[in-house]
Nanobody
Framework: QMQLVESGGGLVQAGGSLSLSCAASGRRFSGYNMGWFRQVPGKERDFVAAISWSGDTTNYANTVKGRFTISRDNAKSTVYLQMNSLKPEDTAVYYC????????????????WGQGTQVTVSS
C-alpha cells in the first residue's frame, strides 16, 4: 500500500497562486508515475497533470497548460503542483495519485489516491 497526503490547498483570489504538495509513504515512490486530478461536486474527476517516475516527462490538461507546473522530489517522496494565474473555474478538490502507467490521464490507471485538498478561487 502507498499512502498519499495532500496539503497546500486554500482560498485565493483570481490571478493568485497556490502550491500543492503530496507526500507519499509505504511504497518506493520513485517506482511510480504521479498525477494530479481535480473534482467538483456532481462531476467526474478530471485529469490535471502527470509526471514520470524520473521527472523527465510531464503531461498537462489543456485547461491548465502554461499556468500549472508539476514536479517531484524523489528524495523527499513528494510531488508538487504549482498553480499560477488561478481562475474561479480552477475551484475544486485536488487529488494526487500514483500509477505504474506512463504519465497516463485516466483515473482507472491510477492505483493509489490521496484524500484531497480543497482549492477555492474567488473572483
Amino acid at each position: 500500500q502507498m499512502q498519499l497526503v495532500e496539503s497546500g490547498g486554500g482560498l485565493v483570489q483570481a490571478g493568485g497562486s497556490l502550491s500543492l504538495s503530496c507526500a507519499a509513504s509505504g511504497r518506493r515512490f520513485s517506482g511510480y508515475n504521479m498525477g494530479w486530478f481535480r473534482q467538483v461536486p456532481g462531476k467526474e474527476r478530471d485529469f490535471v497533470a502527470a509526471i514520470s517516475w524520473s521527472g523527465d516527462t510531464t503531461n498537462y490538461a489543456n485547461t491548465v497548460k502554461g499556468r500549472f507546473t508539476i514536479s517531484r522530489d524523489n528524495a523527499k517522496s513528494t510531488v508538487y503542483l504549482q498553480m499560477n494565474s488561478l481562475k474561479p473555474e480552477d475551484t475544486a478538490v485536488y487529488y494526487c495519485a500514483a500509477s505504474r502507467g506512463w504519465v497516463v490521464v485516466r483515473t482507472s490507471e491510477y492505483e493509489y489516491w490521496g484524500q484531497g485538498t480543497q482549492v477555492t478561487v474567488s473572483s
